[in-house]
């Protein structure tokens, strides 16, 4: 079979996956098949096909492997899955192929498709949705002899059912947030908030408690701290936690992500741009929760342009910045002090030392004592008696448990540096321990990798200056290390 008589299929996955689900459609490896046919049979079954992207979902991969497709993983930024097809492309060139299918509606793709239609090639390009589409890039599809089809005239799209399964919990996580702590007496008009966003149905306070009955557990705690006169004493009390087991600690993951996502773009995304972290690799359904969750609680806005942007100037460090930090700093300091608690009036000067967060604002009092409420009311810190005075504890807590276990796998992998390690070979370790992993370590970006190590610093775990890391000997990284130890 000569050279030239190959078809070349080049599938810029990202591009056409958030086309598709920024159109309201789910992406499912029929999309793949289909897509594989209708090459397959334009090129008359003489077919090379390539699909680029930085993660596949594995019904993805598995249709992949079924149909021989190469899978050219990138890194995240999408430049490089542009690079990597215009190089393959002129591979194939070179080699004499003159018949090329482009799945992509990226612009970024016009000067190759100008150059192979200079040299000649049969050029066809698939998009994901029409109304995506730059003008110029409009404009060269108008080109002669070029051909360009929607990608629902290949396959059948299917409509994403709506998701609101996140609602409830993001609910009262968000009041956790304001500061009230769940269960008990009515306070600062919780159920009121809740029927206003449609979570309950009405004020009814038994309303309320089913809900918190069922997403939440309660535990009986023998030494909280009660004010008896001038001192505090121990009196058993129950404690209602969240229960974030059933897969529902992902969608507080995914929830944090979009919210850190459009506080670094303050002009807002589109569904199709908030395709990143956690949603590389989605459908369309966890995107959808996310975002139908943080709508309810009046997180977020969707503008008239179809763009998403935040609406609560106090959610600067998302949902679990705050959380990460109180955490890190009682623990790191019980560890520290080889005590099961610290002073409970300590716990604000602790965290001012590092701040919270990160700019100008970061050890500002009203940052940092609304963290401290927040955490409080999430039970990642509690108060108990000891000794006449209010103490503060760190359970063990789902919510910190990513963070714990980064730390944790950090100090296993560089304790034993005798050198500082520069910044960006701990950043490299970092992303490629997480590689091809669904439920990532450290994180789904530079982002996240960055506010690990910016905690950890604060927290006195690390040193980070001068883009060197130096990882501080701790009771708390040797008691935990040896649990993230993998074969």
Known sequence: MAVNEVGVLLVDWENLAGAIIGRGKS??????????????????????????????????????????IVADEVRSTKEQADIKLTVLAMDYLHQGCRRFILVTGDQDFIPLIQRLRD????????????????????????????????????????????????????????????????????KGNRTATLARWGILPNEDDAQYRSLVDSLAEKVFRQDAAVKAGNDWVSKGSWRTYLDFGLGRMADVRAVDHVVRSLLARPQGLTIASLRTGPFRTDDGTLLDRALD????????????????????PDLTLGYLEPLW???????????????????????????????????????????????LT?????????????????????????????????????????????????????????????????????????????RILRILSQSRLITWRDHQVVVQESRWGRAGAPLTRRP
């Open 374 to 450: 927040y955490a409080r009311a999430a039970g990642v810190i509690d108060v108990v008696a000891v000794d006449g005075k209010r103490h503060a504890i760190a359970p063990v807590s789902a919510l910190c448990r990513p963070f714990e276990h980064a730390y944790h796998e950090m100090y296993r992998s560089f304790i034993s540096a005798t050198d500082p390690v520069p910044e960006l070979d701990v950043l490299r370790f970092m992303e490629d321990r997480d590689r091809d992993k669904a439920d990532p370590v450290f994180g789904f970006d530079s982002r996240d990798r960055h």
């Open 27 to 68: 992406v499912t490896r029929q999309i793949v098949d289909d897509l594989w046919a209708y090459a397959n049979r334009e090129c008359g079954g003489q077919l090379q096909v390539h699909m680029a992207a930085a993660r596949f979902d594995p019904s993805i991969a598995t249709a992949m492997r079924e149909r021989f």
């Open 293 to 312: 969750a943080l709508l309810t609680v009046e997180a977020i806005r969707l503008g008239a342009d179809n763009r998403y942007t935040i609406v609560p």
């Open 325 to 371: 930090r109180v955490y890190s700093a009682v623990s790191a300091e019980c560890y520290r002090r080889e005590a099961r608690s610290i002073p409970y009036n300590q716990v604000e000067s602790l965290l001012n030392r590092g701040g919270v967060g990160q700019g100008k604002d970061q050890r500002a009092a009203g940052r940092i004592g609304a963290a």
């Open 119 to 186: 040299d000649s090639s049969e050029v066809l390009v698939i998009y994901g949705d029409p109304n995506r589409l730059a003008t110029e890039l409009r404009q060269t599809f108008a080109t002669p002899g070029l051909n360009s089809v929607d990608i629902d005239g290949i396959t059948r799209l299917l409509d994403r059912r709506q998701e609101t399964g996140s609602r409830s919990l993001l609910g009262l996580l968000e009041l956790q947030r304001r500061g009230t702590i769940l269960g008990g007496p009515e």
